[in-house]
């Protein structure tokens, strides 16, 4: 039984459709989503959304809390803290510290 020869793959697939080339990204242990997120946005209301993301995450917060000197940040604590108090900087530096360009959102764990 003889085979006829073998396609060559290529060192680059060539994908057709987004769906395709996300389900790539995916299986290549990306999980970013595509996107390049910017923890040191130019405009006050980016830095604002930036930073309010930030506080969804766990990690950020614990990372953020050490720096302000609070334990168990919740993320009500630290919406607040972003909006009313501190401003985005200080969860901005956290987001600096855990960056991660192929992590959910661009935010890695310690």
Known sequence: MESGPQPALSAEEKVYSANARNMMRLSNGDASG?????????????????????????????????????????????????????????MLEALTQLDCPTCPYGIGSR
């Open 34 to 90: 595509g996107s390049a997120y910017d923890n040191n946005p130019s405009s006050t209301k980016a830095r604002m959304r930036r930073a309010m993301v930030g506080c969804k995450s766990s990690a950020a917060r614990s990372v953020a809390g050490e720096s302000i000197g609070m334990k168990n940040f919740s993320e009500k604590e630290c919406n607040m803290e972003v909006m009313n108090g501190r401003g985005a900087g200080f």
